[in-house]
């Protein structure tokens, strides 16, 4: 619970291709309190990154964001998940291929996966990306937290090429089309 406000925090679950990639751009948002990385939506109990990155767990790799819905709605958190991956490609962001990369919301509330689901609908009717978004929406599973090594990682290696090259044009584009939702102190 935020102290300085009785508003309780929520909590949203993103898979949207690498982990690093979507932490680095939610933790630049106003009413975030925190990113943990992590991995849900699989079949084994306790899984580590090894066994992951084979694909066959089941589990995508993914984000924990607890925010303060009275400075960043839910749907704002949807929009910057849209804008920030391509939702149309099944199992893969980038050169990063398997099903630990896929695109899945996982609702923690009814309210949630209708915001969700409409959204989507939305999308896909405007045609606002050239193919059709391919983005699961499922109920929450159980969510590991990720290893240290895989906590904080762009803050902590931007000089890495990996986020020089991947990572820093998707902070360009949300410091472009999202500057009023930005947290000040990024």
Avoid at 127 to 141: C, D, G, L, M
Wanted: hydrophobic letters at 30%; a negative charge.
């Amino acid at each position: 619970m935020n102290k300085q406000n009785s508003q309780p925090l929520e909590t949203a679950i993103f898979a949207g291709g690498c982990f690093w990639c979507t932490e680095a751009v939610f933790q630049r948002l106003e009413g975030v309190h925190e990113v943990v990385s992590g991995y849900t939506g699989g079949t084994i109990k306790n899984p580590a990154y090894r066994e992951i990155c084979t694909g066959r767990t089941g589990h995508a790799e993914a984000i924990k964001i607890s925010f303060d819905p009275s400075k960043v709605s839910y749907l704002d958190l949807l929009e910057v998940f849209f804008a920030t991956h391509d939702p149309t490609t099944l199992n893969r962001q980038g050169n990063d291929v398997g099903t630990q990369y896929r695109s899945e919301i996982f609702y923690t509330t009814p309210e949630q996966k209708r915001s969700a689901t409409d959204l989507i609908a939305m999308l896909d009717k405007k045609k606002v990306f050239a193919s059709p978004i391919v983005t699961a929406v499922s109920e929450e599973q159980p969510f590991y937290v990720a290893e240290e090594e895989h906590q904080n990682y762009f803050n902590d290696h931007r000089q890495q090429p990996y986020c020089q090259f991947i990572i820093d044009p998707k902070i360009k584009k949300l410091k472009t089309y999202f500057s009023k939702k930005l947290n000040t102190e990024n």
